[in-house]
């Protein structure tokens, strides 16, 4: 079974709904035989990535609120990361463009690396005290200490053009499937979950995308040739 995952590294509730969703997966019997794959969502496409500014600012102006709420915002997105064993900075945080990481992130699954860079991006971006926002060396830093080539990624960094096709190919398909926010979860293209919900309601995804698998259907039976756990079938001279 394949779960696909649309989310932003600038979006908080998609640190915490990737917690939650890997707790219910860790619960999950058959997890053994779930793929789980990330795919691309700005939530602000097109943001040049000197455009780095605090994260009170941006939501003030952004949801028309005061810097005392949203003060209060990050105070809550913070005890809820809280409540998932997670590190979350709710005073001095900046924020950017997410592009490039995304691009990098297209890098990383070809490398093999993509969950532990993500992963990377998300503690960079809302534990740690320095910035994540408006400077390649620190993105080359963060992939690096995952494993991936530092000479590499800077030719990625570099090249506006390298993966870029591939994150607005993942943007066009979260339209298509109806996808107006993140997170946004989606099991064997059959089910969505919008949105960091408990864990007991991906849980309750899995066990029913997983429960309701169609089985396989042969269309010929015959006596062909195959290769199977005994090894192939070697056809004997006459």
Known sequence: MRVEIWSDIACPWCYVGKARFEKALAGFPHREHVEVVHRSFELDPGRAKDDVQPVLGMLAKKYGMSEAQAQGAEDNVGAQAAAEGLAYRTRGRDTGGTFDMHRLL??????????????????????????????????????????????????????????????????????????????????????????????????????????????????????????GPDGCAVPQRG
């Open 106 to 227: 297209h890098h990383a699954k070809e490398q093999g690396r993509q969950a532990e860079l993500l992963q990377a991006l998300y503690q960079a971006n809302f534990a740690e005290e320095r910035s994540l926002f408006g400077d390649d060396e620190r993105l080359v830093e963060i992939a690096v200490a995952v494993g991936l080539d530092a000479d590499g990624v800077r030719g990625v960094l570099a090249d506006p053009g390298a993966y870029a096709d591939d994150v607005r190919a993942d943007e066009r398909e979260a339209a298509q499937l109806g996808a107006t926010g993140v997170p946004f979860f989606v099991l064997d293209r059959k089910y969505g979950v919008s949105g960091a919900q408990p864990a007991e309601v991906f849980g309750r995804a899995l066990a029913q995308a997983w429960g309701e698998r169609s089985p396989l259907t042969l269309i010929d039976q015959g006596d062909a040739d195959a290769c």
